[in-house]
């Protein structure tokens, strides 16, 4: 899908150490179809040069008043650069440009680009902790936000300094998938919002031991991606993954047991659209944990088990108006099996993948599902990825 498909944006980039960004944030907004040019201010060539950035979006880099040729000086028009662009994006946009900016101080391109720019304008952040939290860059912010602008949030993390928090310049991602939404507001599951459960549980046995599965999230997370682009907003249970995903819309919540899962999803289940359980949980749980580690010399026979609550039936029993989703894993008998999962959690589909499929399945990146409508509609699919896989399951959603 080309979702930024011939939309101008020009980018202003101001001086801070999260510009060596952006590269990546050219690129992906070409890969949508973007066409892209570049405004920097003197100070953000320290941290990225502007050959890579003409490089990657095919348009000269400009920071400037005058075209540095000597032989033939022009005047690098702001006006009309504003003039070009459908949107005017400055990113990342440090505490000093801010604060120019609010002021209406021209003292660079990038500036008197913003002054005289009509087109909407996003400001994506970027500095240390405490610089965005002072009052002062706090007020600039909210002067900018006065002033029309689109002001993005930061996120939280590692800082360059070494300190832990709010200022990081939103990734690359997170800041198309802002301006595809504003772009596609009538995308698909625009205003939805949805919970997807992922990953395997843990059942605790000790400390350090647990029972478990092979389930590696991929699925789940896959399921995330494809709802966060069709515009919904998600929040997404996971147990014990490697899997990554960061985005505005995206709530991640991680649990380790069955229980946990059950107690997250009993706080946000009514309050949702669609709910997906992509989740393996674990079936049964030992039943007593121990507080100290097992000792081997000590030995153990048997490790008694107990079932744990059923996260999905808890939904389908008590489901309102919410599209309910499972997956059945299954290894033999599969379309009675699928089907009477179906009936029994009142569901409104159910995906069916087999582990008899060679590809499909934990931990590998391809999976073969089968979709079973509550009206016994049956869709089959092909081997795709995971990511296919999601798109294939929203299109059934979709359809009803
Ligand atoms: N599920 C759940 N909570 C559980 C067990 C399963 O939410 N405690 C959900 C899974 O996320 C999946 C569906 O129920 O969407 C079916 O899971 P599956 O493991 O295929 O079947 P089970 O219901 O556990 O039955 P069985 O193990 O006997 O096949």
């Known amino acids: 899908m ?82 070009w662009a459908d949107v005017f994006l400055i990113a990342p946009a440090t505490s000093n ?39 002062s860059n706090q007020k600039n912010m909210k002067t900018l936000e006065g002033y029309g602008n689109h002001v993005l949030p930061v996120g939280d993390g590692f800082l360059a300094s070494g300190l832990e928090g709010k200022g990081r310049m939103l990734e690359p991602n997170q800041i198309v998938s802002n301006l595809v939404s504003f ?7 625009q205003g939805k919002k949805i919970l997807i459960t992922a990953g395997p549980t843990h059942e605790a046995i000790d400390p350090v031991r647990y029972v478990g599965n092979h389930s590696s999230g991929k699925m789940g997370f896959a399921l995330a991606e494809v709802a966060l682009e069709m515009g919904a907003e998600v929040i997404l249970i996971s147990g014990p993954s490697a899997e ?25 289940y009514d309050d949702v659209d669609i709910a997906i359980a992509a989740a393996a949980v674990a079936d049964f749980k030992p039943r007593h944990t121990a507080s100290e580690k097992l000792k081997k010399q000590e030995g153990i026979e048997a490790i008694l088990l107990t079932p744990t609550e059923d996260v999905l039936a ?16 299954e290894t033999e008998n599969e379309l009675e099996n699928a089907k009477a999962k179906l009936s029994k959690k009142n569901l409104n589909g159910i995906v069916l993948n087999s582990l008899r499929d060679k590809e499909a399945g934990f931990s590998v990146k391809t999976n073969k599902i089968t979709f079973i409508h509550a009206d016994q509609r049956i869709e089959n699919f092909p081997l795709q990825s995971k990511l296919e896989c999601a798109y294939r399951i929203f299109e059934q959603i979709l359809s009803l």
């Open 2 to 83: 080309s979702l930024l498909g011939g939309k101008k944006i020009l980018l202003g980039i101001s001086g801070g150490i999260a510009a060596y960004k952006t590269p990546l944030l050219v690129r992906a907004l070409v890969q949508l179809g973007a066409e892209v040019k570049v405004v920097m201010t003197p100070s953000s060539k320290d941290f990225v040069t502007p050959l890579t950035l003409s490089t990657l979006s095919k348009n000269a880099v400009l920071s400037t008043f005058i075209a540095e040729d000597q032989d033939n000086p022009s005047w690098n028009d702001h006006v009309a650069l504003g003039a």
């Open 97 to 135: 440009t801010l604060s120019a900016m609010a002021q209406g101080r021209c003292n660079n391109l990038l500036l008197a680009v913003y002054l005289s720019a009509k087109c909407p304008v996003f400001i994506a952040p970027a500095m240390d902790l405490d610089m965005y939290a002072h009052p």
């Open 183 to 189: 772009f596609n507001p009538k995308l698909p599951l």
């Open 244 to 268: 990554k995903l960061n985005h505005p819309s995206l709530k991640l919540i991680k649990i380790v047991s069955a229980e946990e899962m059950l107690h997250q999803v009993k706080k946000y």
């Open 314 to 329: 808890f939904m389908g029993h008590t489901k309102k108006n919410q599209v309910l989703i499972g997956f059945a894993l």
